[in-house]
């Protein structure tokens, strides 16, 4: 005989074991017989709901399980909820894949008040697949945070005002607080880092930004260690994501990286202190170069003085105005001139460089300048230079080549260079000297027979006080201030003078804006 179900109950269980289709519900009345069953219970056991209303536990149900669940229905009707768990192998009856049913009884009252049972039960297989999955994942998510070289605090929160606080550390961050790894570190995590005075509160105000979903965060700060010293720390925050607790709570975690940023620090301060110390060093220097540029330009007036009337009496004494002279005393007389002039030339370079350290240029006059007459007065200049060593000058001078500018600061130039090349060329070497227009420019060039000049050492010819080493090792005259001059007077002019060398020897080059027009000839006639 079928009894039929209590009103208003098939909607109620087809509503929820439609939402939750992995859950069977049974009604059983006082003679322990199915009113109604829903769920998958049903087709693992290749059953329909027809099969089963009214008839009892024991005729339903596996007889190596009927006692059991006989048991739990029987405790529901008398008002004791019960639960219980079997592992059945549906293979042999049905077919189907085994279950693990976890099974709930619980009293219940029917319309007429009469004593009811309502079971339920579900296949826990795959529930207990996943927690298996999740604790294996979790497992290996602890291993991973408690062994990773790089501090990391796990931070949680539970829903509601209660701020985050540290729930685990991994043996590197404990290691960076003099703590032993393993050991559980309660922290207040406001007073776990000292605020170092940029915004955001440290590592608090990190956690609570990352909360509220601020991406890319950061802060520099410190912690404090064992021993009561603070460790410097650059710390980062993971985005917060859902969690469940051990107790089964929800809530919220996220994980702050932290890096020891001490030996960067340690290295910011080496630095900013070496750069100080060069400070201090380049301001000495500065300092040196001041007293030394004043004494030389002291040093040198006071030493053209006396150089003019040295000059001015070898003059009157050469000219045999003071009287006749023996050819002995002709010729002393001739070396002691030739020697005075190397000084006064020496004076004037150590005032010219006294006059640019102040800040002075090199151009005393602006006007047009044919430079191939300035270059023939230059060669006249170290004639006397050249035929003493029995050199020749090979002259190349097409004019005129016009350009702008002082014409007794153009003639040092290239007297100086002319002057360079006769010292390092060997005695009756050919100096060449050429100058001429240059598509736009005016060229000079001063080709010696020397050694060259070793290719390390070109870029410093025109360093002041600089002399190769072949100048050292020959003892050559000079101070190493007359090319420093030179590219002064050139660049003053708003040319370049370089040097390049070859087996054959080295060449210097000046180039200069060549004038178009003169204008002393801008008026004349076609």
């Known amino acids: 005989m079928t009894t039929p179900p209590p009103p208003g109950w098939p ?24 009113l109604l069953c829903r769920g998958t219970w049903l087709s693992r056991r290749g059953l329909t709901e027809a099969d089963v209303l009214g008839r009892t536990v024991t005729e339903v149900v596996l007889a190596s399980f009927a006692a059991d669940v006989d048991g739990l229905v029987a405790a529901a009707l008398a008002g004791r909820a019960g639960t219980a768990e079997f592992a059945v192998d549906y293979a042999a009856v049905t077919g189907a894949p085994g279950a693990v049913w976890e099974i709930s009884a619980a009293p219940a009252t029917g319309p007429d008040g009469a004593p009811l049972a309502l079971v339920t039960c579900r296949d826990v297989v795959g529930l207990r697949a996943i927690d298996a999955a999740r604790s294996t994942s979790e497992r290996r998510f602890r291993t991973a945070f408690d062994t990773a070289p790089t501090p990391m605090a796990l931070l949680a929160t539970a829903a509601g005002p209660a701020p985050a606080a540290v729930s685990r550390v991994n043996a590197a961050l404990a290691r960076l607080v003099g703590r032993t790894p393993g050991t559980r570190l309660e922290w207040d995590l406001a007073r776990a880092a000292v605020a170092d005075g940029l915004a955001g509160g440290g590592l608090a105000g990190l956690v609570e930004r990352a909360l509220r979903g601020e991406t890319d965060l950061a802060v520099d700060t410190w912690l404090r260690h064992a021993d009561g010293t603070l460790v410097p720390v650059s710390a980062a925050s993971s985005p917060p994501v859902p969690a469940t607790a051990p107790d089964g709570s929800e809530r919220t975690e ?202 390390v050492e070109l870029p410093h010819v025109f360093d002041r006080f600089y002399r190769t080493a072949h100048a050292g090792a020959q003892a050559l005259p000079g101070t190493g201030l007359g090319l420093s001059l030179v590219a002064h007077t050139v660049a003053a002019h708003g040319g370049t003078v370089s040097a390049e060398s070859g087996p054959q020897g080295a060449v210097f080059t000046v180039r200069l804006p060549a004038v178009t027009t003169p204008t002393h000839l801008a008026g004349s006639p076609a």
């Open 11 to 34: 909607a109620l269980l087809g509503a929820l074991t439609r939402q939750l289709p992995d859950l069977t519900v049974c009604l059983f009345d006082s003679g322990h017989r199915f």
């Open 254 to 455: 996220l994980v702050l990286l932290l890096r020891d940023t001490s030996a960067e620090l340690a290295t910011h301060r080496a630095l900013t202190e070496a750069l100080a110390g060069e400070r201090r060093a380049a301001e000495h220097q500065r300092r040196l170069e001041t007293l030394r540029g004043d004494f030389v330009a002291a040093v040198s007036h006071e030493l053209r003085t006396p150089m003019t009337g040295i000059l001015g009496n070898l003059e009157v004494l050469l000219d045999g105005e003071a009287g006749p002279l023996t050819p002995l005393q002709a010729l002393m007389l001739a070396t002691v001139e030739r020697e005075s002039q190397r000084l006064r030339r020496l004076i004037e370079d150590l005032l010219t460089t006294a006059h640019l350290d102040s800040g002075g240029l090199v151009v005393l006059d602006d006007a047009d300048v044919d430079l191939a007459a300035v270059a023939a007065a230059a060669a006249q200049e170290v004639a006397g230079q050249l035929t003493r060593r029995g050199q020749r000058l090979v002259p190349d001078l097409t004019g005129p080549a016009w350009v702008r500018g002082d014409a007794g600061g153009l003639r040092g130039v290239i007297a100086e260079l002319l002057s360079n090349a006769a010292k390092v060329s060997p005695e009756g070497a050919a100096v060449r000297l050429s100058c001429g227009p240059d598509r736009g420019e005016v060229l000079v060039a001063v080709a010696d027979c020397g050694p060259g000049i070793p290719e």
